[in-house]
């Protein structure tokens, strides 16, 4: 699996649009970006994947540059019930995920 | 609710005592992992099983012994842990290559 770097904590005002950004830039060509979140004590949640195009659901959206070497997750109206970790993961297999230490954001009222 | 159900979902043992985590899945899932998130770590893979054969041992001691009686349910086996061992340990499950994880809620266990 292909390193990734996201910083390690962000705010976020409630309502606002979060972008959180992940650079994998060793990442190759069959490698996905996987998102997922953990809020405090629970089991982290899956939110979105994608390989080269951008990808929407109705938690959040993906933007991967052409190049492939990083990528942003966009969470349109951040609630407080979105202050979490966000992990970003550049995975081939889509099991075997080793997690790093994500970027914690808070979402302030 | 997730799908993945672990218990107990707190757990406090002495380090002489033996105990086991349950995992069950109800995803139609053919691979089941444990992880383990210690404070302010990240999460730590221990055992892989696809298809109930443990593809991965991650390095961890004996002291963990993981059982994968068949595709739905997963265990980990404890006996003579280390205070340093409590954790939340988490269980999780998958079907496609490409498709992630579904984790349950996990299981916080203290070693006393």
């Known amino acids: 699996d292909a390193k990734t770097t996201q910083p390690t904590s962000m705010d976020c005002a409630e309502g606002r649009a979060a972008n959180l950004p992940c650079n994998h830039s060793?990442?190759?060509?069959?490698?996905?970006v996987y998102w997922y979140r953990q809020i405090h004590s629970q089991g982290p949640q899956y939110i979105i994947h994608?390989?080269?195009n951008n990808e929407t659901n109705e938690m959040a959206s993906l933007i991967i540059t052409e190049d492939r070497k990083s990528s942003t997750l966009i969470l349109p109206h951040a609630t407080l019930r979105d202050t979490a970790v966000y992990y970003c993961?550049?995975?081939?297999?889509?099991?075997?995920?080793?997690f790093g230490t994500g970027t914690s954001l808070t979402v302030i009222p | 609710e997730t799908g993945v159900t672990q218990t107990p979902r707190h757990l406090v043992m002495g380090m002489t005592n033996k105990k086991s985590l349950k995992c069950e899945q109800h995803?139609?899932?053919?691979?089941m992992y444990w992880y383990k998130q210690s404070a302010k770590k990240p999460l730590e893979l221990m055992f892989v099983?696809?298809?109930?054969?443990?593809?991965e041992n991650n390095s961890v001691p004996s002291r963990f012994s993981p059982e994968c009686p068949n595709s739905s349910h997963l265990f980990l086996h404890l006996h003579t842990l280390q205070p340093e061992d409590s954790a939340l340990y988490l269980c999780?499950?998958?079907?496609?290559?490409?498709?992630?994880?579904?984790f349950g809620s996990g299981t916080r266990l203290t070693v006393v």
């Open positions: 999780a499950s998958s079907q496609a290559w490409q498709y992630g994880y579904t």
């Open positions: 060793t990442i190759s060509g069959n490698e996905y």
């Open positions: 994608g390989l080269k």
């Open positions: 993961i550049a995975s081939m297999t889509g099991n075997q995920f080793y």
């Open positions: 995803l139609g899932h053919n691979a």
């Open positions: 099983y696809s298809l109930e054969e443990r593809v």
